[in-house]
Nanobody
Framework: QLQASGGGLVQPGDSLKLSCAAS?????MGWFRQAPGKEREFVTG????????YYADSAKGRFTISRDNARNTVYLQMNSLKPEDTAVYYCAAKTKAGSWYDPALYDYWGQGTLVTVSS
């Protein structure tokens, strides 16, 4: 099971840190987001075993994913937030090989946490 938290209302340029607590370690942990009227999109992903994370172009340079293996928790640090970052953010876990970008390949999903960026 996955439990995401940390969303809220912030102003443009602010920072926010999301957390996702997992009941166990899967192959890859990912963060996705879904804005109203849009499809769910990949934000970033990281493997529990190590290696470099992947980022969507929209997240590069502003968002950072990290993990705490001892706590089975993955974090998403979001800086320089923009109104277009407004969305429900989901953490997800993937147990099989394949594209990290495809939400259909993720087996487990958290309940989502709403991030609203507005002045």
């Amino acid at each position: 099971q996955l439990q995401a938290s940390g969303g809220g209302l912030v102003q443009p340029g602010d920072s926010l840190k999301l957390s996702c607590a997992a009941s166990g370690r899967r192959y890859v942990m990912g963060w996705f987001r879904q804005a109203p009227g849009k499809e769910r999109e990949f934000v970033t992903g990281i493997a529990w075993s190590g290696g470099s994370p992947y980022y969507a172009d929209s997240a590069k340079g502003r968002f950072t994913i990290s993990r705490d293996n001892a706590r089975n928790t993955v974090y998403l640090q979001m800086n320089s937030l923009k109104p277009e970052d407004t969305a429900v953010y989901y953490c997800a876990a993937k147990t099989k090989a394949g594209s990290w970008y495809d939400p259909a390949l993720y087996d487990y999903w958290g309940q989502g946490t709403l991030v609203t960026v507005s002045s």
